[in-house]
């Protein structure tokens, strides 16, 4: 059984500014690798004024179930591998195309641009 992990790709200042936390469980990569045993959580942290538009960008992926918007910090479970990605400028849950020239990463995982 797998321990509890986090990735948190925001900046210290992306945790002031990105506090909105929407969450979703990836079916494809629950119950195996770093999920082995428990859930694959992707988390997109975002701007309050984002929120909505993200929260429709992951209900619109076929691979993400139990979308929600959690509190920050999260707490899952104890068997969960969660990983949290920032949405600037360029992400496409915005309906922008990426460009290099953002203010912060965006993350090419599968999670973050598809």
């Known amino acids: 059984m797998a321990a509890w992990t986090i990735v948190d790709d925001r900046t210290p200042e992306q945790r002031q500014t ?13 119950g195996w690798g770093k999920a082995k045993g428990g859930r694959s959580v992707a988390i997109w ?4 004024g984002d929120a909505e538009r993200v929260e429709s960008w992951v209900r619109s992926r076929s691979d993400m179930d139990h979308v929600r918007v ?3 910090p999260y707490h899952g479970n104890y068997r969960d591998h969660v990983h949290i990605y920032v949405v600037c400028d ?9 460009s290099n020239a953002n203010s912060c990463t965006v993350d090419s995982h599968v999670h973050g641009i598809q």
């Open 70 to 72: 959690v509190s920050d």
């Open 18 to 30: 990105h506090t909105v936390l929407v969450a979703a469980t990836d079916n494809f990569l629950s």
């Open 45 to 48: 942290a975002c701007t309050l």
């Open 90 to 98: 360029g992400h496409p849950a915005l309906g922008e195309k990426v």
